[in-house]
């Protein structure tokens, strides 16, 4: 077979897949990057005009309106974006430490441990959904049973609000985020565990070695890569948070996301436009995101092996 | 031998040709029907039972869909059918706030209600109507009271509050008393403050009752920025803590009955239905709950509250619009909502029946209710059409800002306007 028949099957095998993710992908999102520059209505999407930037940086748009009156920071897609990069940097990061733990645990050698290993994996398993409604009722200040424990340990002197109270609310929803995700961190860095060679351990248990300084200089500098590869797949999945959030706190500015956001200015609001220029936003920072992250992490990789 | 086959193959024919027809006759006649409606327990139990009457009687299929339980999320759900011209849904039961937002959706009702009209509340046919088109039938409607534990007040000897300082005074005196003697779980003031649709009632409840106005007024003014809307904010933000759980915060209507009828509140701020579930079956308040009109301030002639209600409505992408109207009709009627009003304390939208002797002598709240139902203070949607849902979340925003301590009533109030007049641009 010639070079240039192969490349011909090549893309007749590849045709069915590119035409569906021209349907199922470029397409409505090409669509959603289109509505962001008419003032589209879900009421009538027909009668959708052509507006230009006016939804970016317009007198009622995202950035640089000017009824703004507290600045951006304190305008509704502002505290949405910091919110989201909040809940993203807390959360991945106490994942990837309990993450750490879990698998450190894991790893080592103890009767039972296919159990442990399938049980750890349950909350994961569970759709969102589901976790943070049954968060949510676990969480609730009379009937919740998290505040009856804590009472009844003598931890509270009185019942907590945490889904409700402006000061718990985003700890509580980054707690059940950790408590979903850490198997899926546990897991990735599991696999990245069982893959180390065992001699650089015997010559460190042969030295005598203490095992923290094991760990930091043998363990951690092999499984950075797939450490930092899960890190990625976390931040980005943070970065779109929405189901949790909506379910747990509905929506109050003390937790919203940008998700949230562009949920509620497309489908409660209707209004179309703008809630697609605030996705088409979400998507470029979260495209940003993960080219800086990848760029950081080759970047002091790199540095790692002069 | 061929010929008896053929013969036979004919008569097989006709007769298979004979089924079709009758079976195309059949679905012609008997179309299937899907209303959503019953979105809690009650609400399941009492739409579902008169729905099945109906296709028992027209020979029609009906099937049931449950819509989300928030107002906020099933008018987003609804917007979102209606935007793909989905036929999914038929009959939809409308919140009284919707008409102005789903009016291009829905089917005019006005041809074959005309009998009907006249035989419900005036005010409410007008809300229903837009653009001289009557979108939805009445069903049941609805105002904000004021449940009060009645064993509790007699207990402590306390009136019952008529204004809100009176409330704040005889809750925090009855948890002092119960606390001493060992009742920590009791909490003294309910109500919904979960960001959403809900607390926007609350909200202009105690807005409207302190003189602030309805936050946007009849000709499109956003008038919400005044002293006395912040003051009924700053109010509302001094029962939290104090008397209510910081746990409203993220209440709904089913979370604030929870807490109420398993016996862990004094006062509760709901809608009717709730009346009759607390006398039911497994709660733990049953014969020993009042009902009130909401507080007023002191010195005030009368109190607020918000006018709620539910209609009928049709589809206009309904595949079978004529019996999706006669089911309306059917549901609206003054059997039903007779019914209803016996068993699940849901208020008739027929003037008629607040003189029948069946319900007054069964449904004690009737006689409160005409007073509180003559005064309720509408929500903002007929000004502010298509915009109403924008508006009303500006509004819970500011004031969920304020309940949760992180703003004060004049910085909300003040913020709202802007955000308002933004919302307004040029026009409503």
């Given at each position: 077979m010639t070079k240039q028949t192969a490349t011909k099957t090549a893309w007749r095998f590849l045709a069915p897949m590119l035409l569906l993710m021209l349907v199922v992908a470029v397409w409505p999102l090409s669509r959603s990057v289109w509505f962001g520059f008419t003032d589209a209505n879900i009421n009538d999407l027909a009668a959708s005009k052509w507006v230009g930037m006016e939804n970016y940086v317009g007198e009622f748009g995202l950035m640089f309106n000017p009824n703004h009156s507290d600045g951006f920071w304190r305008s509704d897609w502002g505290i949405a974006i910091r919110n989201t990069l909040y809940f993203a940097v807390v959360s991945v990061g106490l994942e990837v430490l309990t993450g750490l733990a879990v698998a450190m645990l894991l790893h080592q050698d103890f009767p039972g441990r296919v159990w442990v290993r399938t049980a750890v994996l349950v909350?994961?398993?569970?759709?969102?959904?589901?976790?943070a409604k049954m968060w949510q009722w676990m969480l609730h200040d009379q009937f919740g049973i998290i505040n009856e424990l804590l009472l009844n340990a003598g931890v509270l002197a009185q019942k907590i609000a945490w889904t409700a109270d402006a000061s718990t609310s985003m700890w509580s929803v980054v707690a059940v985020d950790v408590w979903k995700t850490t198997p899926f961190m546990a897991l990735l860095i599991l696999a990245a565990l069982q893959t180390l060679p065992k001699d650089c351990y015997e010559a460190a248990k042969v030295d005598g070695v203490h095992p923290l300084r094991v760990f930091f200089k043998v363990t951690l500098p092999l499984i950075k890569m797939p450490l930092l590869v899960a890190v990625m797949f976390r931040l980005l999945d943070a970065l779109r948070v929405f189901d949790l959030i909506y379910v747990m706190t509905s929506n109050n500015s003390s937790t919203i996301s940008m998700s949230g956001f562009v949920r509620r200015e497309m489908v409660d609001n209707g209004n179309m436009g703008l809630g697609s220029a605030a996705s088409t936003s979400l998507f470029l920072l979260i495209f940003i995101s993960a080219f800086v992250f990848i760029k950081a992490a080759r970047l002091r990789f790199s540095e790692a092996a002069k | 031998m061929s010929f008896f086959v053929v013969q036979n193959y004919n008569r097989l024919l006709k007769l298979l040709g004979g089924f079709f027809v009758l079976f195309a006759v059949q679905t012609v006649h008997a179309a299937s029907v899907t209303i959503a409606c019953g979105a809690s327990g009650s609400d399941v139990v009492n739409c579902q039972k008169y729905a099945n009457d109906w296709a028992k009687k027209t020979g029609h299929t009906v099937k049931f869909y449950?819509?989300?339980?928030?107002?906020?999320?099933?008018?987003?759900?609804?917007?979102?059918?209606?935007?793909?011209?989905?036929?999914?849904?038929?009959?939809?039961?409308?919140?009284?706030?919707?008409?102005?937002?789903?009016?291009?959706?829905?089917?005019?009702?006005?041809?074959?209600?005309?009998?009907?009209?006249?035989?419900?509340?005036?005010?409410?046919?007008?809300?229903?109507?837009?653009?001289?088109?009557?979108?939805?039938?009445?069903?049941?409607?609805?105002?904000?009271?004021?449940?009060?534990r009645k064993d509790l007040l007699d207990k402590h000897k306390q009136k019952v509050p008529g204004t809100w300082e009176e409330l704040l005074s005889v809750a925090k005196a009855i948890l002092a008393a119960e606390k001493a003697a060992g009742n920590t779980e009791l909490q003294g003031y309910v109500f919904q403050a979960k960001a959403y649709e809900g607390l926007s009632c609350n909200a202009l409840e105690w807005v409207a009752s302190f003189g602030g106005g309805s936050v946007v007024d009849g000709s499109g003014k956003v008038t919400v920025n005044n002293p006395m809307a912040a003051k009924a904010l700053n109010f509302a933000a001094s029962m939290v803590g104090?008397?209510?759980?910081?746990?409203?915060?993220?209440?709904?209507?089913?979370?604030?009955?929870?807490?109420?009828?398993?016996?862990?509140?004094?006062?509760m701020r709901n809608w009717p239905y709730a009346f009759a579930l607390s006398q039911k079956g497994d709660s733990a308040v049953v014969g020993k709950v009042g009902v009130a009109p909401l507080p007023k301030v002191a010195g005030a002639a009368k109190g607020a509250a918000a006018l709620g209600g539910w209609n009928m409505a049709v589809s206009k992408y309904s595949k079978a619009p004529d019996a999706a109207i006669d089911l309306a009709l059917h549901m609206t009627s003054s059997a039903v909502q007779k019914a209803r009003a016996l068993e699940g304390s849901f208020n008739p939208t027929r003037p008629a029946l607040y003189q029948d002797k069946d319900v007054i002598a069964g449904n004690f709240l009737m006689?409160?209710?005409?007073?509180?139902?003559?005064?309720?203070?509408?929500?903002?949607?007929?000004?502010?059409?298509?915009?109403?849902?924008?508006?009303?979340?500006?509004f819970w925003d500011a004031t969920h800002d304020v309940l949760s301590k992180k703003s004060t009533g004049e910085d909300a109030v003040k913020k709202l306007e802007s955000k308002l007049n933004q919302i307004k641009r040029s026009k409503w």
């Open positions: 909350p994961w398993a569970i759709p969102t959904i589901v976790s | 449950s819509p989300p339980n928030s107002s906020t999320e099933a008018l987003a759900l609804y917007r979102q059918l209606f935007a793909a011209k989905s036929a999914d849904v038929d009959v939809l039961v409308m919140d009284i706030i919707w008409p102005g937002i789903l009016k291009d959706h829905l089917l005019d009702l006005k041809p074959r209600a005309a009998s009907e009209i006249e035989q419900h509340f005036p005010a409410i046919i007008a809300n229903n109507t837009v653009e001289g088109r009557l979108l939805g039938l009445p069903w049941y409607t609805d105002a904000g009271l004021l449940y009060f104090e008397i209510s759980p910081k746990g409203v915060l993220n209440y709904a209507e089913e979370d604030a009955r929870g807490v109420f009828q398993s016996g862990k509140a004094i006062f006689a409160n209710l005409s007073g509180v139902l003559a005064n309720a203070s509408p929500r903002p949607t007929t000004v502010t059409g298509l915009k109403y849902p924008e508006v009303s979340q500006a």
